[in-house]
């Protein structure tokens, strides 16, 4: 199962560096230049990147979760302290997960080295 996962997610990753090669030759015909190599590898970077952001996310919110569970545990008084906490842990926890996908779509759509590449 594991290896499906894994094997499942770098060919969602080669396809999406691979896919701006598919439309490079339109757009050579046409007579445009392409930044395909930009392209592809902030593809690549981006699928990384957030994998990266969502794993460590993950794990970041099940330390949380697991530690308020055992303090909940220990002292069933202080259970209301421990959820508010914990709620507001894992808010800022999903939020670093919201700024790397910030920083992908800037990535992606705005181009931010465009200027650089002509």
Do not use: D
């Not at 490079?24 to 007579?31: I, M």
């Not at 990266?52 to 996310?57: E, P, R």
């Not at 330390?63 to 259970?79: F, L």
Request: with cysteine; charged share 5%; glycine share 14%.
């Amino acid at each position: 199962m594991k290896k499906a996962v894994i094997v499942s997610f770098l060919a969602v990753g080669l396809i999406l560096m691979l896919a701006p090669l598919c439309f490079a030759q339109e757009a050579a015909a046409a007579g445009k230049t392409s930044n395909i190599l930009y392209y592809s590898l902030a593809a690549l970077g981006c699928t990384i990147g957030m994998g990266l952001a969502a794993l460590g996310t993950g794990i970041g919110m099940g330390n949380g979760i697991g530690g308020a569970c055992e303090g909940t545990a220990r002292n069933p008084g202080a259970s209301g302290k421990i959820l508010t906490t914990l709620i507001i842990g894992l808010a800022m926890i999903e939020s670093l997960a919201i700024y790397a996908l910030v920083v992908v779509l800037i990535v992606i759509f705005v181009n931010p080295f465009g200027a650089l590449l002509q």
